[in-house]
């Protein structure tokens, strides 16, 4: 019908029952006028939805075509006990998660849910017995960059209706989350907030070293400093112990004032060498929030007294040996080992493990043979039975690995890979000396005898007639470190260059040994002449394998680079070896994991690692290279509750109401998040729309067969038609 038949027919009906209203207003109570009047409009309303055919639109979600995730946080900071109460927030959301809110079952029935966990970066969330497992995840909380590849995922794949945040509000990572937020607001997607958390400061106490690692020697006193700092309202009573493997070597007790630090020192000492961590310890306060920072961990590296291996390769046996390994003898410090010719074909070995006297029955022709040593002291007669890829091998030693080398005897018998290394030209000879006292250089090779005992009176002298073995002129980067009086230039007793990463030395005095006769101070003069001159020769020597983190404190959760450089065969940095790091965490557990070349350094191999238990972590690298048996060699550091993770752990409610406020979705508690029954949904989701008229509706035509037939009783009632 049209509209304006309608608006007729209305007014019609309007005035009719006006007229009637009016009509018996002196012959029937006005209560009863009344109710006739609502029945007749009631009609009236009713025919008129007949005739208007209005239409009941529904719009609900396309279900199944679209994902809800629930993002929970398991960062470091959701282990906080807020108010000191035994429940971490961790516990709390696991709780809330366990208990399926009605909220949860709208969502999926409405859309997928999905559930995440995150700290750093995103995984699936895994359910044990209807329980949320979430064990706290390595790394920093980065809040915003998760969001934002919610998004990205979002629009490759399903659309994302509503993302429901669970989290103490933490962030230090990543990108700001509010501008985030800004981008779910743009595309129409609601993040409603779940806060986890205290207004209150947590109440706190911890403790922390001041130093990264110790160095320090067996049997030896050294002091370890921490800080202990109290968030408590009142001072508090600590006891602080130190344990080394679960044993207690230290206590001690300090007050700390409120909100105050507290500087401290605890004495130790080792008796066996190698690394040890010791673990500082806080004894359990009652209202303690983080219990996690109430103990860290020191690294110390005890050492022995520095070891030097020299190897002696000799062309016979002469008292110089022999005084020399008595000099070893008395000097812990010194390890000789020796390879000498006693005739065509047979050899002495002395101080050589049984694999080596395997590997190498005459004179070394592997450059793997000087692995372990520091220095060697080549007899020029020795030379010419060394092959010639022994000689390489020596040279090798001396050029790439650092190592050092001291040439004595008739120096023309060296063969000219050999004669390149000393610090003098050939040819050279034979001279015989009058008695005399040689003169040390005081800043070359002996700069280190404070105490002067090589240039004292007595000296370093030589009988009359002395033989002497000299070269030629020296090099233009060697110099004179023992001279004799009257040429010291042209001929001297030791002269010494560096040569490629390693040093070389020639020394024209043979008979040192006869230092040591005499009285004990020339015992001392021939033990200090040898022991500075080893020294400088083998101090700049490079291990094959060197390793970079010993001893680091590393943060928890954050990454460490556990790399190590490797030299291969001919000691140069080895760009094909293959290697494995196998680490052991405090609770026992182990990981290995493959290392990777460094793109900036030849020889050097990287790979990442999170540690995620406080303590200490054992590394074991295993070393593959060619032509060489599998190399192990192992290290240690220290994980420790540090870094920027553990440095705050307030609760920050402001940062999530802003995010669900700019996104468009709800703020809850976990107790009001428990009653919910929806949350937003974003308006971009596909929806069903359907269609109802409501003319249609059975009630419809009850109301108006109801309101009609009342009012034709209440006619009749009072004797109207």
Known sequence: MPWWLIALWLLAMLAIITWSYRQFSDKISRTYRLGMLACGLVALLAALLLLMQPMQVQRTPETGSFRCVVLADQSLSMETRDGGDAQARSNALSELLAARPPVLNTLAGQGRLEYYGFAEDSHALAFANGRPLLETLPGRTALGSNLHQLLSDAEKGLALGAVVLLSDGRNNSGEAP?????????????ISCVGFGSARAPWDLSISTRQDSLRVQRDQSFTVDATVTNHFPEPKTVVITAADRGMVMAEKTIEVPANASVDTALTLSASNAGFHTY??????????????????????????????????????LDWEWRFLRQLAENNEQLRFSAIIQLGPGSFYHSGLSDEQCKESLAFPDKTTFYRDFHAVILDARAAPAISADGIKALESFVANKGGGLLL????????????AIIPQHLPGGRVVVPALRLEPNPDFIFNRDFAGILRTGRGLWLPHNTPLWVAGELKRAARVALALPYASQSMPALAAQGYGAGRAATMAVESTWRWRLGDNSRDELHQVFWTHLLTWLGEVGKAQVRMHCRGVKAPLGDELAIDISVLGADFLPAPDAQLNARITAPDGSERQIPMEPAPDEVGRYTALYIPTQPGEHQVLYEVRLPEQPLLESGTSFVARQSGIEAEDSSFNEALLRDIARVSGGDFFTPE????????????SIPMRTTTRPLASSWLLFAVLSGALLLLWWSRRRIGLK
């Open 672 to 683: 009001e998040f428990r009653r919910a029954r929806r949350v937003p949904l974003a308006t």
């Open 178 to 190: 509010m501008e985030v937020a800004k981008r779910y607001r743009a595309k129409g997607i609601p």
């Open 279 to 316: 673990a500082l310890r806080l004894q359990p306060t009652p209202g303690d929030s983080r219990p996690d920072n109430d103990v860290d961990f020191i690294g110390v590296d005890v050492q022995e007294p520095p070891t030097l291996r020299v190897l002696y390769l000799g062309g016979g």
């Open 408 to 419: 004595r005897g008739p120096l023309d018998l060296l063969p000219p890979t050999l004669a």
